[in-house]
Nanobody, 118 residues
Framework: VQLQASGGGLVQPGGSLRLSCAVS????????MGWYRQAPGKQRELVAV???????NYADSVKGRFTISRDNAKNAVYLQMNSLKPEDTAVYYC?????????????WGQGTQVTVSS
């Protein structure tokens, strides 16, 4: 399985970005999809997740500003980020939980840098 994240960049405070993550490969089904982030000197933290059924969960710090969505037909997950703050600056990673045969495993993308600065 391969995950390719895109959409990061430099944005001013208050701006918006939309991250995308495309999943490729075969022989598995995708369960939960999500985004994590890691700021310099900090641990990786959960940003948002979306289940197969469309239920979502967000970190308190992004509630009301970020929206996670998925397109099951395209095996893709998105993160719409609005009202960005400097503290949102981090490398953002997409992740999935997948089922392959009788096993579940996690997949991770390579990360995309988001920098919020004036």
């Amino acid at each position: 399985v391969q995950l390719q994240a895109s959409g990061g960049g430099l944005v001013q405070p208050g701006g918006s970005l939309r991250l995308s993550c495309a999943v490729s490969g075969s022989g598995f089904s995708i369960n939960t999809m999500g985004w994590y982030r890691q700021a310099p000197g900090k641990q990786r933290e959960l940003v948002a997740v979306v289940t197969t059924g469309g239920s979502t969960n967000y970190a308190d710090s992004v509630k009301g500003r970020f929206t996670i969505s998925r397109d099951n037909a395209k095996n893709a997950v998105y993160l719409q980020m609005n009202s960005l703050k400097p503290e949102d600056t981090a490398v953002y990673y997409c992740t999935i939980e997948l089922t392959r045969g009788a096993y579940k495993e996690d997949g991770w993308g390579q990360g995309t840098q988001v920098t919020v600065s004036s």
